[in-house]
Nanobody, 118 residues
Framework: QVRLVEFGGGWVQAGGSLRLSCAIP????????MGWHRQAPGRPRDLIAG???????AYADSVKGRFTISRDNAKNTLYLQMTSLKPEDTAVYFC????????????WGQGTQVTVSS
């Protein structure tokens, strides 16, 4: 089982910024979609930012205009730049990559905690 590795979580005051990174094994081929999800205590895990293999991006309304998803192919790294953070952004953040065609896969990171204080 492939495990992605996230970096960059931590504690920040409201209004601050953080950048999350997700290291993706270079051996993975044919990624269709990449994304960042988050899960707050007692809440379901939600997709908040997605990036397709064609470069299309999409954001949840709750983060639109504040978060930016990007990819550095040379470094095999997925990023999530978070600005204007709010206490309600507090959650565990997970990166995800998937391929829908054979051989399909759906890999996740272990999660990184982001805490925003008011």
């Amino acid at each position: 089982q492939v495990r992605l590795v996230e970096f960059g979580g931590g504690w920040v005051q409201a209004g601050g910024s953080l950048r999350l990174s997700c290291a993706i094994p270079g051996s993975l081929r044919g990624i269709d979609a990449m994304g960042w999800h988050r899960q707050a205590p007692g809440r379901p895990r939600d997709l908040i930012a997605g990036l397709s293999d064609t470069g299309d991006v999409a954001y949840a309304d709750s983060v639109k205009g504040r978060f930016t998803i990007s990819r550095d192919n040379a470094k095999n790294t997925l990023y999530l730049q978070m600005t204007s953070l709010k206490p309600e952004d507090t959650a565990v953040y997970f990166c995800n990559v998937k391929r829908s065609t054979w051989p399909s896969y759906d890999h996740w990171g272990q999660g990184t905690q982001v805490t925003v204080s008011s």
